[in-house]
């Protein structure tokens, strides 16, 4: 990229892109996986045996803040697009038994998801990534993206 920027911001740029595409598979594959195993259970969202009311109220706030900008488009159809990596995990920690027992080990996706967050937080926020963080991210999307399959 030959942009007429500070080379090392640039340099930056282009590494936080390389993971980039990881966190967003690894976020929207656990929404869609987590709305396929709810998609015949009516009015799931709000059902707090399903999903915390703390989760609920997180998505609906930042919906609410964001309907103030006109301009910008909705993120989904769906409260679960307001939420992060973290609620998701929380959702399927919560409804592990019956739903998705047998995807993957509780234990494992948990080490990983709470190994992904922080570097997620970085890509989000526009702070520089260090090649084992970048790795890192690229293994557990795997790992995670091939269990749900």
Known sequence: MNLPFDQTLVK?????REIYPYVYILENSLR???????KNVPN??????????????YAKKIQDVEKKHKWIGKRGNHLIYYVGLEHLYKIIEMNYNPYFKGMFDLSNIKTWINECV????????????QKTERDNIKIRTTYICNSIK
Request: no cysteine; net charge neutral.
């Open 118 to 129: 922080p570097i997620r937080n970085l890509v989000a926020h526009n702070i520089v990534t």
């Open 12 to 16: 930056e740029a282009e590494q936080n």
């Open 32 to 38: 869609n996986l987590i709305q396929n195993k709810f």
């Open 44 to 57: 799931w969202w709000s059902n707090t045996k399903i999903v915390k009311q703390d989760i609920q109220e």
